[in-house]
């Protein structure tokens, strides 16, 4: 019986006339990764199915994706399949539309695998000094998961428009959060290694995770490029950033007191999310409302794309 195998699923070119949407399959045989000569002979026959909302219904559709061949995925051979979406439906947190790539990896007339897998259509960018998502500016509140007792259920996150900011959140809560509707901004460790490559190909398959912020004082390479399609990439640099620190980062966090340093990510000219700690919070509208005191306390002095705590 073939097994099921993790797909990559992304979009290039996605507007409300249509969405260029790509999945890739780093596919095993007997047990260990297929090398380039085997893929060659492997195809990708899958389609799209969707689109599927917790909040609302609407027609769905079957879109086939046409088999490209083999490719490159990082550091794994890997097989592609792509095609056009007409009309997509956003993911957004009121309506989190969901689609999903079904199919089956074969070699020859044998099947060695099948994938199904859901992603969302979530245009995101950091524009100039902002974070645009879905066509708008989007200024993000950020509550840390771990300050909030007892911890809110995502109901409230999403009630409350709170972004949840938490390290290397599992398969169950990215699921939920996709979902619902809740926005996250991931951690990742190791970030420099092949576990934190790994950790952002299956965090990036969720429209839920906005933002994946590497714990490195580094420079990221650029293979998180392609690890981490469809999201932001956001670090923390110490000041002044190392050089090359700008080369695969979207969005920098900094604290308040760096305000007006000299040399700093201010003077980056991309979006900025400020952070301000606090030990802990009853509520997570407790929480929140720190977000909305730090915007005003940092009124007229920067400009900020987002506030963390």
């Known amino acids: ?82 095609g056009v979406l007409p009309d997509p439906c956003a993911w ?44 708008k500016t989007w200024v993000p509140r950020i509550v840390n998961r771990a300050i909030v007792h007892p911890p809110a259920a995502l109901s409230e996150w999403r009630e409350t428009a ?35 490559v790994a950790t952002l190909r299956r965090l990036s398959r969720h429209p839920s995770v906005v933002l994946t912020m590497v714990e490195s004082v580094e420079p990221l390479p650029q293979g998180f490029r392609t690890a981490a399609r469809n999201t932001l990439r956001c670090s923390w640099q110490p000041l002044p950033p190392p050089i090359g620190a700008f080369d695969a980062t979207d969005v920098f966090v900094a604290t308040g007191h760096e305000v007006g340093l000299p040399g700093n990510v201010w003077e980056s000219g991309r979006p900025v999310i400020v952070f301000s700690p606090i030990q802990e919070a009853r509520t997570l509208e407790q929480a929140r409302a720190r977000c ?13 794309a987002g506030y963390l705590v």
């Open 92 to 135: 957004t947190s009121e309506l989190p539309f969901l689609y999903r790539v079904v199919g089956t990896v074969r070699i020859g007339e044998q099947a060695i695998g099948e994938i199904n897998q859901t992603f969302g259509i979530r245009p995101l960018a950091a524009v100039k000094r902002r974070i645009v998502l879905n066509g």
């Open 1 to 82: 019986m073939p097994t099921t195998v993790s797909a990559t699923v992304f979009y290039h070119d996605a507007g409300e006339a249509s969405a260029r949407v790509y999945a890739v399959v780093a596919p095993q045989i007997d047990g260990r990764a297929a090398t380039a000569a085997e893929l060659a002979d492997c195809r990708l026959e899958c389609r799209i199915e969707g689109p599927t909302c917790r909040y609302s219904t609407t027609l769905t559709a079957r879109v086939p994706l046409r088999h490209r061949g083999p490719t490159s995925w990082g550091d794994l051979p890997a097989i592609a399949a792509e």
């Open 292 to 304: 909305d005191e730090f915007q005003a306390q940092l009124a007229g002095k920067c400009d900020p």
């Open 162 to 196: 709170t972004t949840l900011s938490v390290v290397e959140p599992d398969e169950a809560l990215c699921r939920e959060a996709d979902e619902i509707g809740v926005s996250i901004v991931a951690g990742v460790r190791h970030g420099r290694g092949r576990d934190g």
